[in-house]
T-cell receptor, first 113, second 113 residues
Framework: DTEVTQTPKHLVMGMTNKKSLKCEQH?????MYWYKQKAKKPPELMFV???????INESVPSRFSPECPNSSLLNLHLHALQPEDSALYLC????????????FGPGTRLTVL | GDSVTQMEGPVTLSEEACLTI???????????LFWYVQYPGEGLQLLLK?????DKGSNKGFEATYRKETTSFHLEKGSVQVSDSAVYFC????????????FGQGTTLQVKP
């Protein structure tokens, strides 16, 4: 089973709202990732968690706040977003190790009004 | 730094035609190489991978060989189908243990009946 699930599938929010994206995997992976993908572009890495600790933050604005409550779950808390933050947000997971494959979820399509 | 260059698309083919999507990379050490496919409205799916020189990855009729001498990982398929229409991303994961995937810009493939 190589499934990563993400909820919700679609999200529309105003600039003053607070919302959260959720990601879950049951493959025993100990690394989890958030990516942002704009239309017709490759995914851009935002955050990496390794053994439930934040290991990489790619200079993401503080209006995006990640959280890894346990080894299977990854959240992305959103607050005071801008319209340019509208994108597909992808979660991925992998084993921790050189060359290990990242498996992606279906993504959350976020629209900020 | 590490980088991936893919041929620009879109690539338009008739059903049963041969496909080659070129991918070259720049990296220090011994990266792992991947092809991901993204169907419209979906997340990324791993198509195939190779972790060392001369390895051949294959899946669903697609193949790619890790060529260290030419720093290439070209994607090939002998006979494409309409259902292969998607965006294809070449990616590398460096030999450092950051977990970061470096993506090419993506190549859109459209297969016409």
């Amino acid at each position: 089973d190589t499934e990563v699930t993400q909820t919700p599938k679609h999200l529309v929010m105003g600039m003053t709202n607070k919302k959260s994206l959720k990601c879950e995997q049951h493959m025993g992976h100990r690394a989890m990732y958030w990516y942002k993908q704009k239309a017709k572009k490759p995914p851009e890495l935002m955050f990496v968690y390794s053994y439930e600790k934040l290991s990489i933050n790619e200079s993401v604005p503080s209006r995006f706040s990640p959280e890894c409550p346990n080894s299977s779950l990854l959240n992305l808390h959103l607050h005071a977003l801008q319209p340019e933050d509208s994108a597909l947000y992808l979660c991925a997971s992998s084993q921790v190790g050189v060359g290990d494959t990242q498996y992606f979820g279906p993504g959350t399509r976020l629209t900020v009004l | 730094g590490d980088s991936v260059t893919q041929m620009e698309g879109p690539v338009t083919l008739s059903e049963e035609a041969c496909l080659t999507i070129n991918c070259t990379y720049t990296a220090t050490g011994y990266p792992s190489l991947f092809w991901y496919v993204q169907y419209p409205g979906e997340g990324l799916q791993l198509l195939l991978k190779a972790t060392k020189a001369d390895d051949k990855g294959s899946n669903k009729g697609f193949e790619a060989t890790y060529r260290k001498e030419t720093t290439s990982f070209h994607l090939e398929k002998g006979s494409v189908q309409v259902s292969d229409s998607a965006v294809y991303f070449c990616a590398l994961r460096g030999s450092g243990n950051t977990g970061k995937l470096i993506f090419g810009q993506g190549t859109t493939l459209q297969v016409k009946p």
